[in-house]
């Protein structure tokens, strides 16, 4: 099994800031995967972060709202910038399990407040 | 039409009580996901199913892949049991349902 390790736990921040989630895995992965998950709504990915290559981002996330560092196999940070009230929601990290087992990780998520 | 239903939306019920959260999908999948998210946002992988059933402790997972349904069963239940439960399925792409908020009073 994968242990997750995601910080800040939550955040209140001001309007036109930016804010870094940091994600620390505690084994080597290939892939690692972002998601947000706004108020009542279900987990959406942003995007997948794979070591030494650019961000793959799903529709309607871009890279300039939303840059991903990949620097190894066991860390990610996503950052939402110029973040707007409409960016206050949960934000998880992510990362494939065992598939004979559990099928995924998540990291214990970033409720973050736009004010 | 969401491509992964959940029900009931929202359950209140007494300790001890059996509890029956379903998950009903329409597209083709591999894997089908139970996830467990705590009040602070915190997720927990509970189950990964492709055909079958799991149990693990008080919890137990079916998957009828002919039907498109799932279901996850919690016996005994306690007030710690207390979460949104996730149906999640893993096809093409990642397609989360939008949550079962399961509240055991004690």
């Known amino acids: 099994s994968a242990v997750i390790s995601q910080k800040p736990s939550r955040d209140i921040c001001q309007r036109g800031t930016s804010l870094t989630i940091q994600c620390q895995v505690d084994?080597?992965?290939?892939?690692m995967f972002w998601y947000r998950q706004q108020p009542g709504q279900s987990l959406t990915l942003i995007a997948t972060?794979?070591?030494?290559?650019?961000?793959?981002?799903e529709s309607g996330f871009v890279i300039d709202k939303f840059p991903i560092s990949r620097p190894n196999l066991t860390f990610s940070t996503l950052t939402v910038s110029n973040m707007s009230p409409e960016d206050s929601s949960i934000y998880l990290c992510?990362?494939?399990?065992?598939?004979?087992?559990?099928?995924?990780?998540f990291g214990q998520g970033t409720r973050l407040t736009v004010v | 039409k969401n491509e992964v239903e959940q029900s009931p939306q929202n359950l209140t019920a007494q300790e001890g009580e059996f509890i029956t959260i379903n998950c009903s999908y329409s597209v083709g999948i591999s894997a089908l996901h139970w996830l467990q998210q705590h009040p602070g946002g915190g997720i927990v992988s509970l189950f990964m199913?492709?055909?079958g059933k799991k149990k693990h402790g008080r919890l137990i997972a079916t998957i009828n892949i002919q039907e498109k349904h799932s279901s996850l069963h919690i016996t005994a239940s306690h007030p710690r049991d207390s979460a949104v439960y996730i149906c999640a399925v893993w096809g093409d792409k990642i397609i989360f349902g939008k949550g079962t908020r399961l509240h055991i009073l004690p």
């Open positions: 199913l492709s055909s």
């Open positions: 972060a794979n070591q030494g290559s650019e961000a793959t981002y």
């Open positions: 084994s080597q992965v290939t892939m």
């Open positions: 992510s990362v494939e399990g065992d598939r004979e087992g559990l099928g995924a990780f």
